[in-house]
């Protein structure tokens, strides 16, 4: 596609919440004079994104049958495990992203507007991982707990898990999901029915709309984020707890949504949109979002494992105890390594930051590693369940279904989130503060 100009106009001052009606008008048609915001810069036809979003889907396919083979062929509880790692990647991307979506309205930042609408169409199909955490929860309930050993634990009495009954119940835990879900749906669908709206209608009332929900909608996501990271993955081992726990997954939501807009940036401009729009200079911002919470989640983990390991009680350091031995030594050095000291060690280098192949690339990496620490929290809890019910013995075909399980669920997940990129404009066309984004310059 022939470049466009990116020369800067000569803008009315920014504060829009002052400006008259004729003042707004006039501003909202500079911006659709220039070039940049050409038709044809700023949408995909449906028929460019199907061509990435049915390899995906057959792939999601795919992956899904062999996991439901290996449910019966291994054990559901392995299946289910495996299933399990792709869910919850899938679910960190789109909370992350409407977690960013509220602060960027929030913060009034207003670097990020030309990527603003896809990390909204990210949030918005948080409906797919909410309703296959439903479907999970239900499964679990009425089989007795498969990998929620707590709903029955055969136990005749077990003092640490009476202590939790209060919470740890199947008709309150059921509860807790439904709330989980409607809450994510509800807060990411009005934030893009918002903006979608502000395309058609340039009425500067639906920014402050979004940014007072956001004010609102941030402690709500806090709380339904920590809470569903305790139900679905600490209580996959009943006796451990561990207060930064939330954190711990939010940190995982945080960095994979980030990373997960990195390449849905790259594949864009790589189709020859948002040309002119979205720059090396927001490729270096979100470099360095991906590079803080790199370090984030590191700051996070080492802190978790430091102050359980030196405590020495033994519910607690039992689960890391777990995880350093029994064969999952390999899984703590990926964690260390793989997780933090690699990607550190390059995304440190701004030019990584600043170039959007390098970047799509390291922000791929670290969409695998949220995998791989979906694995270290759930693969071994799978092992030592089915040990104590006698093995499974499931060698290279396990392996294959770990595998189909998380190519399942995320090819699904990206063919939809792909789909959803089509049908409305790749940035919000009226936004007061486009044209601060459009001229946005890094100095650091």
């Known amino acids: 596609m022939t470049q466009i100009a990116t020369k800067t106009a000569n803008y009315p001052a920014p ?3 002052s400006m008259t009606e004729q003042e707004w008008e006039a501003r909202l048609q500079q911006i659709a004079a220039d070039p940049r915001m050409s038709e044809e810069n700023t949408t995909i036809s449906s028929a460019s994104v199907r061509k990435f979003a049915i390899p995906m889907f057959f792939a999601g396919l795919v992956g899904l049958v062999v996991t439901i083979v290996g449910a019966f062929s291994i054990s559901p509880r392995h299946a289910l495990g495996a299933f399990e790692v792709g869910l919850f990647t899938a679910l960190a991307i789109s909370l992350g992203s409407m977690f960013w979506v509220m602060v960027f309205h929030s913060l009034n930042a207003s670097w990020s507007i030309t990527l603003r609408r896809q990390f909204e169409n990210l949030a918005s199909v948080v409906w797919l991982p909410a309703l296959l955490m439903v479907i999970v929860a239900l ?7 498969i990998l929620l050993r707590w709903i029955d634990s055969g136990d005749e ?4 898990l009476e202590v939790k009954r209060p919470y740890l119940n199947p008709t309150f835990f059921m509860v807790r999901v439904l709330v989980y879900a409607t809450a994510w749906i509800l807060i990411s669908r009005t934030l893009l029915a918002w903006s979608k709206k502000s395309d058609e209608t340039g009425d500067r009332r639906l920014g402050r709309k979004a940014r007072r929900l956001a004010g609102f909608a941030i402690p709500v ?9 305790f139900d679905f993955l600490m209580s996959l081992d009943y006796r451990f707890f561990s207060t930064m726990w939330g954190v711990y997954y939010f940190a995982s939501c945080g960095l994979a949504s980030v990373s997960a807009i990195a390449i849905v940036a790259f594949m864009l401009r790589r189709a020859g949109k948002l040309d002119g729009l979205v720059t090396k200079e927001h490729s270096h911002d979100l470099g360095k979002l991906v590079f803080a919470f790199t370090v984030f989640w590191a700051y996070i983990s080492f802190s978790q494992y430091f102050l359980i390991w030196y405590s020495n009680i033994p519910e607690e350091t039992a689960w890391f105890y777990n995880r350093q031995a029994h064969g999952y030594q390999w899984l703590f050095i990926v964690m260390v390594a793989g997780h933090f000291i690699f990607p550190f060690l390059l995304l440190i280098w701004r030019q990584t930051k600043r170039n959007p192949n390098l970047l799509a690339i390291m922000s791929l990496y670290m969409i695998l590693m949220v995998v791989m ?6 693969r071994p809890m799978v092992s030592f369940a089915a040990e104590a019910d006698g093995g499974e013995g499931a060698g290279i075909v396990g392996l294959l279904v770990d595998i189909a399980g998380v190519v399942g669920v995320l090819g699904i997940f990206a063919g939809v989130a792909a789909m959803k990129v089509a049908k409305s404009p790749l940035l919000p066309l009226k936004d007061p503060m486009l044209h601060e984004s459009m001229k946005h ?4």
């Open 441 to 444: 310059k890094n100095y650091v």
């Open 157 to 160: 009495y077990n003092h640490l």
């Open 15 to 17: 504060d829009s919440t």
């Open 373 to 378: 620490d979906m694995v270290w929290i759930i």
């Open 221 to 229: 996501f806090a709380l339904t984020c920590a809470f569903a990271a």
């Open 139 to 145: 499964i679990e309930v009425f089989s007795g707990g």
